[in-house]
Every structure is written in C-alpha cells, then in structure tokens.
C-alpha cells in the first residue's frame, strides 16, 4: 500500500494527509505492550479496506475503537510520533458520499480522532502479529540507570515530579509540553527523545526551542533542565543541583 498523498485543505477518504513526526527507520525501543491488540485492530481495517477495494480512509479507525481494544492515549500518540500512524480528525457531512478528513496538525485527540497505519506501520503491526520484538538498542548512555532516580510525569494529574518534589503542574491546553512529557515518560526518561513536534513545511528549529524554552520556564522547583541536542531535531533532559 502506497503512502496517502498530503495537501493542504480539508481532504477526502482518498487524499488524507500523514502526520509524520520522526522517521521511522530511526531507532525505537520496545513497542509498548498495551498496543498490541490496538495494532491488530488497524491491520485488520486496513485489510477490510483492500478487500472492499475502498481507500484507506473508508476504513479509518476511531479513536474509541483503539481505546476499547486496550490502547492508552500516551501509547497512540507514541505511535503517531515515530510515523507508525497517521491522525486525522474525521469532518464528514451528512451528505458526503465518502468520508472525508483532516489533518490533526498535532498529538492531542478529541473524540473526531481517527487513526491509519501507514507503510511502516503495517511492517511493525505485522511483526508484533509474528510476535517479534521491535527493539533497536540504544547508545550506552542514552536509558537511565535502574539504580538512578528519574522523573515522572502523571498523565492524570498533568505533573511532572523529580525526587519526590512536583516541578511543574500544566493546564491541558498546554499539549506540546504534555506531548513532549509523556513521550518522555513512555520512554523511561532515556536522556534524549527525537523531536516530537508535528511536522509541517513551515517547521523550523526555532520552533522545538521555542518548546524547549516552555519546558524550563515556570518550574516550581527547577530540578530538571531541557535543552536541545545540537541538531535541531533532539531533546535531552539533565537534572539540576538543586541551590
């Protein structure tokens, strides 16, 4: 199955735009666990699709859908943020023939949200189906060590916490943070993620600093220092001697 093409407006079933927010062929850890009935949920949409010879998006699968089948929200948006699935948010009318979309343009879901595997996304759905791992290993210092403490971010309460001591607590209209928090998180706090911020052709590198300068402002306790990873396409996080 060829990539969906991208466009600017609001497009049909046919022509829905991938949100690709890393390459996929760089390396990513483990493929986290409650995915798995999810994945197996959007290979078997896309399968109905080729089946019925209708286009992918026809077949496109609610964000419900792959909640109920055991999905978590910060799970989806890993898979979104390595380009294993596209978002879109469904704005089909009562008197379209077909169902038509629009790109999400980010990583937080409302109730429109729909997801489509993309190519790598099949290879990755397929391997997990095989039950083989997708794991590349990492630069020897890039996880944190079992026996070194390290953030966390509580999904719920919207808090990131460091030694015990809550070092930011954020509205829910602050998404990039969140975005970024959770990828983090998902990540067991390796010391660098790749860039999570949605790409599009205005995209800059002013724009993951702008992010990364939010990521240290307004700190409660700056226990935690973010900064970029010399590429313009990184963030690593570092703790701070507290005064």
Known sequence: ????????????????TAIRLTDPAVAVDCVPSSLGPALSVLLQALNDAEWAQKSAGEFAVELRACEAA??????LRWLVSHGYAEHLIEVTSRTAKCRQFRPAGSLAFDPRSCLILTPAGVELARSQAQGVVVEAPRPPDSPPQSNVEIPHWDQRARELSFHGELVKRLNALAWIQIAIFEIFELERWARRIDDPLPYSKEKSKGRLH????????????????????????????????PA
């Open 210 to 241: 702008d992010a990364i300068v939010r990521l240290n402002r307004g700190q409660r306790r700056p226990l935690i220092r973010f900064h970029g990873d010399g590429t313009g396409q990184g963030i690593i996080w570092e703790p701070v001697n």
């Open 1 to 16: 199955m060829s990539a969906p093409k991208k466009r600017k407006a609001t497009g049909s079933a046919k022509e829905s």
């Open 70 to 75: 055991g999905a978590l929200t910060v799970g």
